[in-house]
């Protein structure tokens, strides 16, 4: 466990080791901290994955809260998109997240537009449903998620109908939507 946090630690530390051999010109910082650790992977499908892994602790993080439930989902979709073992994908996710909540703000606008420059349409499209998937994870998607996945999916390139036809799946986790239907119904 402690070589866990001990790079845990060296992810988040902005004067540690630096970026791996083979890394693209234009990466983002904490991008190539989690590239680093997926040294045995091909250089472009783990940035892939430290992109897909960032926005998705982002969409997590919007309401400043990672639940267990969402954690648990974005090492899944990590896992199965990146057809990584579990211990794999709970360091990528683990780390992501470690740098999603000490870098955010502008670090996240940069980490999705990098993404939206290399993956495919059907890509950013996966990514915006494991989005929404983490906002649910905990039976709601709260207001702040709920902004912060309209977000991604506008950096992204989403065009409106895609983004709509994409969260219609999660209508009943909104809290925005359950608010309005307790009200309607006089309660």
């Known amino acids: ?82 057809g990584l073992d579990p211990a794999q994908a709970v360091l990528v996710v683990q780390m992501a997240k470690f740098q999603s ?5 502008t670090e996240d606008y940069l980490v999705t537009r990098e993404f939206a420059g290399f993956a495919s349409d059907e890509e950013k499209q996966a ?23 309209n977000q991604i999916a506008k950096e992204l390139g989403l065009d409106r109908p895609t983004l709509n036809a994409i969260r219609e799946a999660y209508v009943d986790q909104f809290a925005a939507i359950r608010a309005a239907r307790r009200l309607a119904r006089g309660g």
């Open 1 to 82: 466990m402690s070589g866990l946090i001990d790079r845990l630690r060296a992810a988040a530390d902005p004067d540690g080791p630096a970026p791996a051999p083979g890394t693209v010109a234009g990466d983002t910082e904490t991008v190539r901290r989690i590239v680093a650790r997926l040294e045995s992977m091909p250089p472009d499908r783990a940035r892939f994955l430290a992109g897909f892994a960032y926005i998705l602790a982002r969409a997590a993080h919007a309401d400043l809260d990672i639940s267990d439930a969402e954690t648990a989902v974005m090492e899944s979709a990590v896992s199965e998109l990146g």
């Open 101 to 105: 909540r000490a870098r955010f703000g």
């Open 127 to 149: 990514l915006v449903k494991a989005c929404f998937a983490v906002g649910a994870a905990d039976d709601e998607i709260s207001n702040d998620e709920a902004q912060a996945i």
